[in-house]
């Protein structure tokens, strides 16, 4: 429940100015949350000047007060480190601290999420990733001999990737070290849960550049996805509960790769009307 600390509510209406929901009123002429429709975003908490506003739902200890310092970022910065980052498939033979990670996922903890759900999750696999990358390379396999098997329109569009899946069984299995091709020696593999894929890949997005600024790669694992689509006995063992999905896969690690500048896109493709 959101609530107003009457002493130190002044009555300036910002919250009630602010509130989307239209759930704080005045009363008294203090702010008065009604909690009828809030969906606890926490903007009254937010805007209030006094600090008036909390809630006994979530842990205040993250609210934080706001300072030019510590909260600005130089835009053609952001814009060049969003540009330079990489996709990462080389890694050092090193661990990934766990209070590292915790960061990784703390970007994606405060992404927004619509409603203010907050529904997504996150699964570490560190301690437990060998077992987890032969369930995948076996499951991958056995899809790649399937497509190829059953030529429908469907299947057709995606044989190149049964190819591949193929022989990275193959080599996987004459050397595990060497040639995989599916988490390429990486630590630890983070998975964003969700039964929603907008809110799964908004925290992902934010997640990836946490990752960047740790001086930590990523790349983000389609084929892993896949496989866990076809095989209920990965979701099982994840302990992902029906009616969630793997939304994507971040193999993180330290880069064994250093690269000297950003690359070309396309032009934006921008419509103004």
Not at 183 to 196: E, Q, R, T, W, Y
Request: net charge neutral; aromatic share 8%; proline share 2%.
């Amino acid at each position: 429940m959101m609530k107003i600390d009457r002493e130190k509510c002044i009555g300036c209406g910002l919250c009630i100015k602010d509130c989307f929901v239209r759930d704080i009123e005045m009363q008294d002429k203090k702010a008065n949350i009604k909690n009828e429709t809030c969906m606890k975003c926490g903007h009254c908490i937010a805007i209030c000047p006094k600090n008036a506003v909390y809630t006994d739902e979530y842990n205040m200890d993250d609210v934080k007060n706001y300072n030019k310092e510590e909260f600005e970022i130089d835009a053609n910065n952001l814009l060049n480190f969003i540009k330079f980052r990489r996709t990462i498939r080389q890694f050092k033979d090193k661990d990934v601290e766990r209070e590292k990670l915790a960061q990784i996922i703390e970007a994606g903890r405060f992404t927004q999420t619509g409603g203010n759900l907050q529904n997504v999750s996150y699964i570490v696999v560190k301690e437990n990733i060998d077992e987890l990358k032969s369930m995948v390379i076996d499951t991958l396999k056995n899809l790649g001999d399937y497509i190829l098997a059953n030529k429908t329109p469907e299947n057709m569009q995606v044989q190149k990737y049964a190819k591949i899946w193929l022989q990275m069984y193959d080599a996987y299995k004459k050397d595990p070290k060497k040639n995989d091709m599916l988490f390429f020696n990486a630590p630890a593999v983070i998975l964003v849960v969700s039964d929603s894929d907008v809110n799964g890949a908004l925290a992902s997005s934010n997640m990836e550049l946490m990752t960047n600024a740790l001086g930590l790669g990523t790349f983000f694992s389609g084929f892993l996805v896949r496989a866990s689509q076809s095989n209920k006995e990965i979701m099982e063992y994840l302990g992902i509960e029906d009616g969630k999905k793997i939304v994507t896969c971040m193999i993180v690690g330290y880069p064994d790769v250093k690269y000297s500048r950003t690359v070309p896109r396309k032009d934006a493709d921008i419509t103004w009307k």
